[in-house]
């Protein structure tokens, strides 16, 4: 369904070992560009679920690509066609429009995918998709993202950040909470009757808060975490972009420790 309109070395996805003393890890960008990988979708649209479950298998293939951080954007504006997503948020719809915006996309749609703020429709095609991925991971990191994330409670996870950037502009970080292995039973509009799985998506998201004219930053976080999110399941993802030209200059994701 369309809708017109407008420490180096360190992978991109990182789950870190359970710490002896607490319940914290951490991790740092390495020298290469990881590519941020956002899928705009909704469980309104009936065309998303394949690409849903296309960006799944990224987790669950047996040989998964790496230097990749992907997060699933679930957007609200097709709940008034029978079926509200309950992992839609408006901001994600705002965030799909900037990125259309920025990348000069031909406009918004759904299922969309855009890769380091480039819109692409390689998700159709996979040796496409990895040379995507590749040119991208091929060029030198413009940033450098350290995050440490501890979840000391059940109701929040603290999580601090430290940036630092290649050259000054008018940079900003984003901060997100997702999750994987979820689900839901559709019990109306497009998809009705239809058990949706899904990963990577989105539950909590901060920003954008400006990098210092020096390109450094360092900021701490408390992220809430609702009862019913499973922490083994959650990830940390943290990733630096131009607000100018949308470039993202760097991406990184973290798995909580139990």
Request: glycine fraction near 6%; include cysteine.
């Amino acid at each position: 369904m369309n809708k017109p309109s407008l420490l180096t070395g360190v992978c991109a996805i990182v789950f870190a070992s359970n710490a002896l003393a607490q319940p914290q890890c951490s991790a740092v960008s390495g020298p290469q560009t990881n590519a941020l990988v956002e899928l705009y979708t909704s469980e309104g649209c009936s065309s998303c679920p394949p690409a849903d479950q296309w960006l799944s298998r990224l987790k669950n293939q047996s040989k998964p690509i790496s230097n990749i951080v992907p997060i699933a954007l679930h957007v609200d504006y097709w709940d008034y066609i029978g079926w509200k997503d309950n992992f839609a948020n408006p901001e994600f719809a705002k965030r799909q429009r900037e990125m259309a915006t920025l990348g000069r996309a031909r406009g918004v749609y759904t299922p969309q995918l855009a890769i380091n703020g480039q819109d692409t429709r390689s998700w159709l095609n996979d040796a496409r998709f990895k040379s995507e991925v590749a040119t991208i991971n091929r060029q030198p990191a413009k940033a450098e993202i350290r995050l440490t994330a501890n979840a000391t409670t059940t109701k929040s996870v603290q999580v601090s950040t430290n940036i630092k950037t290649a050259e000054a502009g008018p940079f900003v970080y984003y901060l997100a909470l997702q999750e994987n292995n979820l689900q839901s039973t559709v019990n109306a509009g497009e998809n009705r009757g239809e058990l949706l799985h899904h990963d990577y998506v989105v539950r909590q998201w901060l920003g954008p808060f400006k990098v210092g004219a020096d390109g450094k930053l360092s900021g701490s976080h408390d992220i809430q975490v609702q009862p019913a999110w499973k922490q083994r399941d959650l990830n940390v993802v943290a990733f630096v972009q131009n607000s100018a030209t949308g470039e993202v200059l760097q991406a990184l994701a973290l798995g909580l420790c139990e």
